[in-house]
């Protein structure tokens, strides 16, 4: 079977079986059972008897509610390949726009120290310090299983990573941090319903739900963001898309900050709230 045939078949199958992203997602399966990333597929060899075995269970897992990511034990995110599965968070395309503003702000700051709060996979420091070298990056994660996957995939890097609670991490840095960055959980309790199963149901609670507005985390990230930021530097922390409004009004209510905006991601959605250490 051609990887075109391949793509086009796992595609209607997982359509079929509910996949809310259907032609992404058998780019990637097919694609990880030849061995290759989803922009070398049409390079690739045909598929053998076994690969296309293996495809069919893969997609049938899908179909069971199993993350692709669970699947393959790997994601993607910019320029970076992770490794995941039960116990952390899978990291969103979404959360890339935020990665993208954060360097911009860096890019004219030498050797920047820059922290990472609610790590889970690293994504975002593994990201940033591929991207920009020169950075002196901290990350701290709570839960022992994400913590463990986090130091996987920043092992190599230069990240110091620590396991401990943010609001008593880093002291060390206080009034010292260019940039703070983080996706903390901002599902409030009472949304239960609503979230996809395969999220819920795989996803770590701890990086999910936060409170019955959501937003307790975020304002435990304004707290610390604004002991560790020296004056004028920045923080960038995501929220849900219902939050535009009350999750900048957070970081306007800390006290500590200005110039606080609301920015959107690539679908133009309300996604991260980013902020100023007057």
């Known amino acids: ?74 994601a993607f995110f910019r320029t970076v390949r992770l490794a995941v599965g039960p116990g952390v968070f899978i990291p969103r395309p979404e959360t890339e726009v935020m990665v993208g503003w954060a360097l911009e702000q ?3 700051v030498p050797e920047p120290v820059v922290v990472e709060l609610c790590a889970g996979s690293g994504a975002i420091s593994k990201a940033i310090a591929a991207e920009l070298p020169s950075a002196k990056q901290h990350a701290v994660e709570l839960d022992e299983r994400a913590h463990d996957w986090c130091a996987r995939n920043l092992a190599g890097t230069d990240v110091t990573l620590v396991h401990a609670d943010m609001a008593d991490a880093l002291h060390h840095l206080d009034g010292h941090v260019d940039l703070v960055i983080a996706n903390p959980p901002y ?23 936060s409170g019955d507005d959501g937003l307790d985390a975020t304002r435990v990230v304004a707290d ?6 020296q ?26 900050f200005g110039q606080v905006r609301d920015e959107r991601d690539l679908a133009s959605r309300p996604r991260f709230v980013t902020a100023r250490r007057r």
Do not use: N, Y
Not at 224 to 229: K, Q, T
């Open 231 to 256: 004056p004028g530097g920045w923080v960038c922390s995501e929220h849900a898309e219902v939050q535009a409004e009350s999750a900048p009004q957070v970081f306007v209510e800390q006290g500590s």
């Open 224 to 229: 610390v963001a604004a002991r560790l930021l």
């Open 106 to 108: 860096l890019r004219c």
């Open 1 to 74: 079977m051609r990887p075109g045939q391949a793509v086009r078949w796992a595609q209607g199958r997982l359509a079929e079986l509910g996949s809310p992203s259907p032609a992404a997602e058998a780019r990637i399966l097919v694609a990880h059972c030849v061995g290759r990333e989803p922009r070398e597929l049409p390079m690739a060899d045909d598929l053998t008897s076994k690969q296309v075995a293996e495809l069919e269970l893969l997609v049938g897992r899908r179909g069971e509610g199993i993350p692709v990511q669970h699947l393959t034990g790997e």
């Open 187 to 209: 599902i409030p309790l009472e949304a239960w319903e609503s979230v996809a199963a395969d999220v819920r149901d795989h996803d770590p609670a701890l990086a999910l739900w």
